[in-house]
């Protein structure tokens, strides 16, 4: 077939290819064409793209699909044999009836690179089969993480008392993560929606729409960018707190945004521009293995490694404090602060640690296995970060535990008040005895009442009668007067 390219092919362009989706379709569509030889191939559908009959010897080429990873500049090229079959990869090859289609020319070196590393096509169609379940568990960590998300800051929004310095770092940091979760979670739906097998080709989606695919993805790379400054600010905090603070004073909340949502911003409007100037593919795609993704990774990776020193810095100074006097004859006091080493411990993960894995370079060349266990660990880790946050910061807080807990006490000492006024009022109703002298009291009060202001009124300015309590009947004064000082809901 390589000799065959050389020759002039025939040049097919009246529809789009790529759209017709099955072996029928594509011969419904091709049943009026002709060839002028009797030796001819029929019209195939090679799984990706129609392919009208030719004559035998021909060679037909047909523009690149516009997917993911291809160059639709580029074209792909299939050959007919002498005798009128399709040819396969070699000359003698006709296993197929479908044949060879050569897609050589269609990728990107990018794509060409990956493809190499995969190994053979057995362990290709293994590890595609793999990316397919790490997108499952994906969709299913992003949201669980979301949920986590919503909770938690209902639950610092909602109660007062949990609103504090340092909760509002939580707060902003659950903030960035929540972008980066809600955009994928869109872009997943969206691609679920429109890759369907019953779903028109050319139906738009953020995928295949020019400029807003690029949006969404500058939103999920500003996102993540957020999250790892608000985990930095995280660890700066902490170590200000054990620690000599690097800022004297009252905490700025100034600087803490600027460095929070504002130093992200710039940084990913310059990665954004230099991507659009220097990376013009579909949707960028592939454009995490490019060097000018260093703008935002790099950052990052220094992030990481402060964040490391801050926690190293932590551990040290509490670990210190353990082997002091006061571990000794405070048994308290050591127990506390071997709590709060532990905690330290548990902020590796949060503090960005984790995303290392996500930054390494995928092993597609190695074996199914380790591809998969790296796929399946990293994919875990990185979309359930929300949950494992939420969970340390809000869940598993003491202080949210007792201010849910009293929440709750109070709610249900509440319901049970309400439950026994209701009871009583409607004992009170239910008895037509009782319900007979609390009328009659009600009247006494209201002719007594009448009687006194008449004697107020006539009385002298200078010598106003007081009312003798005396001749009050017992509880007249209060009978129908009094209300309950709250309300059952």
């Known amino acids: 077939m390589n000799s065959s390219e050389s020759e002039n092919p025939l040049d097919v362009r009246d529809v789009p290819p790529w759209t017709i989706k099955s072996t029928n379709s594509c011969l419904r569509y091709h049943r009026n064409s002709r060839v002028n030889s009797e030796t001819f191939c029929p019209a195939t559908f090679d799984n990706i793209m129609c392919w009208p009959p030719a004559e035998g010897g021909e060679t037909l080429k047909q523009p690149c699909p516009p997917f993911k990873g291809i160059d639709p500049s580029k074209f792909a090229f299939k050959s007919c044999s002498e005798d009128g079959r399709w040819s396969g990869k070699t000359e003698d090859d006709f296993s197929r009836p479908q044949g060879f289609t050569n897609y050589s020319n269609c990728f990107l070196p990018v794509m060409k690179d990956l493809l190499e590393k995969l190994g053979t096509p057995e362990e290709r169609k293994l590890k595609f089969t793999i990316a397919e379940g790490t997108r499952t568990m994906e969709l ?25 310095h340092r909760t509002r770092i939580h707060r902003n940091l659950f ?22 097998p019953d779903t028109s080709p050319n139906k738009p989606g953020i995928d295949n729409t020019p400029v807003l695919c690029e949006a969404f993805y500058t939103m999920i790379e500003y996102g993540r960018t957020c999250m790892f400054m608000w985990m930095f600010i995280e660890g700066l905090y ?4 054990v620690s000599v603070p690097f800022f004297q004073g009252p905490v700025s909340y100034k600087i ?63 670990i ?47 074996s199914p296995l380790e591809f998969g266990l790296w ?58 005895s009782l319900l007979d002298a609390a009328r009659r009291q009600s009247s006494v009060a209201a002719r007594l009442r009448t009687s006194l202001d008449s004697q107020i009124t006539i009385a002298p300015l200078g010598r106003r009668r007081q009312p003798s309590a005396a001749g009050i009947p017992a509880g007249a004064a209060t009978a129908g007067s009094s209300s309950p000082n709250g309300t059952c809901l």
């Open 238 to 241: 902490l170590n200000n707190l």
């Open 140 to 164: 299913i960590g992003w949201s669980i993480s979301l949920l986590s998300l919503l909770l938690s800051l209902f639950i610092f929004f909602h109660f007062k008392k949990l609103q504090n």
């Open 320 to 366: 210190k404090k353990l082997r002091g006097p006061q571990a000794q004859e405070s048994p308290r006091e050591t127990a506390k602060v071997k709590k709060s080493v532990r905690a330290a411990l548990v902020l590796l993960p949060l503090l960005g640690i984790t995303n290392s894995f996500n930054m390494m370079t995928s092993p597609v060349h190695r």
């Open 375 to 432: 796929s399946y660990s990293t994919t875990f880790l990185r979309s359930c970060q929300g949950l494992f946050v939420c969970c340390i910061y809000c869940f598993f807080n003491d202080e949210v535990k007792r201010t849910l807990r009293h929440f709750w006490k109070r709610r249900m000492a509440a319901r049970r008040g309400c439950r026994r006024r209701s009871n009583r009022s409607t004992s009170l109703f239910d008895n037509p």
């Open 175 to 196: 903030f960035a993560m929540l972008i980066q979760v809600v955009v994928r979670l869109t872009v997943y739906a969206d691609q679920a929606i429109v890759r369907r």
């Open 256 to 318: 803490y945004y600027l460095l929070g949502w504002g130093l992200p911003l710039l940084m990913t409007a310059l990665w954004a521009g230099v991507t659009a100037v220097y990376h013009q593919t579909q949707c960028w795609w592939g454009y995490s293995f490019t060097p000018y993704y260093w703008v935002l990774e790099g950052p990052r990776f220094t992030v990481i490694a402060v964040n490391i020193l801050f926690l190293l810095n932590i551990l040290r100074i509490l």
